[in-house]
């Protein structure tokens, strides 16, 4: 590896400029006082109250010299000749931060006293240092230019003008810096030295744009490398022979690995957008040599040889093996496919592969793809030594292509059980972190760095012989790899995202999601909102529920049971929903409601059954199921709408996406809720708010990765099964500098979530509320924006660890009364017609009736699978089921219900009516927990658990 030097020394000479030493020799003690020193220089730097003047002539002429870091604090740990070779960067995000206009500093911004703390484990030598006067708006900008970043002009230019990429991100600029400039030793380019590529761990918080940080500089090196096989040529294309010209044929040069198919769709189109370089974008490179004569003769970039593959499964295997077998060059796929293809694609060629990215690791080694992985990198590693050498085109040569495969590991949430795939995967790996509590990477000091070395000087070799003489050398052995230890991971979400709780009794839980996102609605009338739910079942149930409750009023065309019948069977069975019944749970002032609730449950005893669904699979990432795999199996068996308007909030639009929708769905789903036009255009709903909301009900599926823009709301209706999991899920907003809001509504029981969140530093506050709400409606952005950006201006509202109420729903409750211009005193009336009207839906029909039962047996089932280290807080036992079955519509729980290999009884706090009345009474009901919405009685919202009821 190079060691790092930045030039950031001005003409005038003026600038603080600190160098290390070239080369660190002899015995441990004699690096260690060597390092002690720099460190000691590189303090002094930090004290130096006159930072460096601009130099805006030293930007023009060069992007590689004169480069300044984006950074303000560059640590880099550069390896002794014997010692460990591990490498940590870490920027200072505050002073740099290029997002747009992040006005409000939320109180979890992570402070420099994290990063001490950091400090001390990663045994760090600084080499490069520089202070900047951020007033200096020249330097300034030309550190936010991708082309000082040494991406092609061409392509920079591609980013501005087609895809509207001004500057690159924190993330980008650290990536950039470290592939592409100082990877070519930018103090003496004249040496032409190879680059010295070492594998990557990036982490950086969600929505940072860590995707184009990878891919920026592999399209940028294979573009330079191509105009670079012309030049040497010195011939146009015309005149060069076939086999000479870079190619498809060249097989498989990036593989981008991720766990769900959506964000590998999502990596394939990111790269189709890349490699688009219009025309216009080209000249900017001639443009570019006019301004400089000093740089070498520039050919316009050839892009088009550059094909982006995509393999998934969901598709034809045969037209995916047509795919390959003509050439990806980038190809994005998901682990299982892809291993498929290594195993029975002959055609599929990797013998040329430099790049293997691994996105959002730690969720493919959570889903168990381990070995799937550990076998993929055996079988590249196999084929890639499978073709001889001197076989490959002269493109490949090019000293911007790699000798050997770069590994590249990416997350949000990059943690310990990543270790274990580093390990296998992973050799010497610089960790490149846009947080300030980055990641300490320790390599194995009994492992000696001499192969490393060793091929470094193979590099220079490489490097002279590819550009000039083209000699033919082997390949360096594959170094062993090191043992890698990743410290515990800090959690960082976007700043500009609010975070917030709404605790709700488990009873409300429906009238609570329902009344949010109607607020949140009226609050911005194109507002686009993600509901997390925990399984399948429940994401079509919601999906069923809000696109159709409500229909026959509206179209006259929802008949399926007549009004009367509807109507009888609802009185007949109706239990705790009417007015008095929620007053008094709210108010927690009737003993006996618990009784009379049980007796009347009886009377829906024919919803009992269990109908458990077979293929439970919390999050559905692989649709291993293997259901409804193309349009024509769908089609018969279920419904294919890919959205639905919903009748219960008004001019909005209800998604849903899950890992058993067949492809065509998911896909669809995707492109149009991300789609900025107008989907309410056949709905009958007009006027100036036509674009109308967008809700999607969705599992985790969609918490990785996705990059859906102008989300403005995230609900997590069910909590995350971890902490990384809720980090991912409300980084769907706020992504690239916008705001956004996400709310985790919790049951009473659950409250202690919050402090697990705080001790993450994952500090949520109570939702509050705009109470000029009902009066007038905010259009899309202003909505999120102004709220957020007032709420941190004015202080923000700290997390109250004594959660003793329900005020914030009530207040929810009564901001809708006002929305619906009802007087907020008939709040619980709200509370009651919305749970009556979902109530009254499900019981309409027994497919319906099915489907919540379904939804809600998942739900519990899914809920038992809460990590050990959370089963305090999410334990079956803390829950009422006969409560939580109201969240489903329906008026009782059935009877049992599987959760793993036990069959769980709900009916011991759902007595009959025989069976109740030979309990003593005193057993049957205590005051305190049947006052579960209780305001006054702190302990009550807790709520009674399972156990008590036994007899
Ligand atoms: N420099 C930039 N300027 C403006 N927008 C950008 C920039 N870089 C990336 N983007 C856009 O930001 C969005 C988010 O990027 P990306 O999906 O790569 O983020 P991410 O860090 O991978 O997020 P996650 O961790 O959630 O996967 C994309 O729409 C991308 O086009």
Redesign the pocket.
Known sequence: MSDFVLNLATSSGSAPVFRPSEKKTGGWKERHKQKKLEKHKFKKLLKNKNPPKSNEQNYKSSTVETFSPPIVEVEQYVPDQDGPNTTAIQADYDNTSDLPAKKPLPKNTNSAANLDKNKNKTSSLFTGFVEQESTQTSQAENQDKFKNLGIMPALSKH?SSK???????D??KIVLFNSLVNNLSPDNPSTKKHYSDTDILIR??????????YMLPIINRLLLSTSETLNNNNSSESQLSKSELPSRNLGTLAIVLTPTRE?AK?VYE?TLSLINISKASNSADVDEHKDNISAEPVQQVRSHWIVPGLVIGGDKKQSEKARLRKGATILACTPGRLLDHLKTTSSFDVSNLRWLIL??CDLLLELGFHETLKEILEILELKKNSLPFANKNSFMLSKHIPKSRINIL???TLKDNVKKLADISLNNPLVLSSSKNSLSMVSDPNINDSDTDESSSDDENLSDSSTSQKKIKAEPKPKPAKKVEIAPLEFNVPTQLLQEFLVTPPKLRLVALTNLMKFFIKSNNEAKIIVFLSCKDEVDFFYSLFSNTDKKKITGQFTEKSDREIDEKANQNDSDNDIDDISKDLNGSDPESRSSNTKKRDSTDSYGKDTRSQNFNRNDYSNKNGKYNNRKDYNDKSDHSVYNKSYVLENTSIFRLHGSLPQFLRSETISKFTSLENNNRNTGFSGENSRGAKILFCTDVAA????M?EISHIIQYDPPTDIASYV?RV??TA???GYGRAVLMLLPSETEYLNLLDSNKLTLSRISYDNNIGNETKNTKNGVESFVSAFYREGGNNLNKSITNSVELEQLLKICCLINKQKTAQWMDLATDTQMKFENYVLSHESRSQLAQTAFMSSVRAYATHTPSEKHIFHIKNLHLGHFAKAFGLRQAPKTINVGNKVVSTSKSQKTKNDTSKLPIKKRIKPSEMSEFSIGAPTSMLGPRTKKFKR
């Open positions: 980013l895809l509207e990429i001004m500057k690159p991100t993330i980008q950086a918080e969600t929505g940072s744009g860590k995707t184009l940080a964000l999502q990111t996105d959002e990416c997350s949000a990785r990765g996705l990059d823009p991912h980084g769907r992504r690239i500098g």
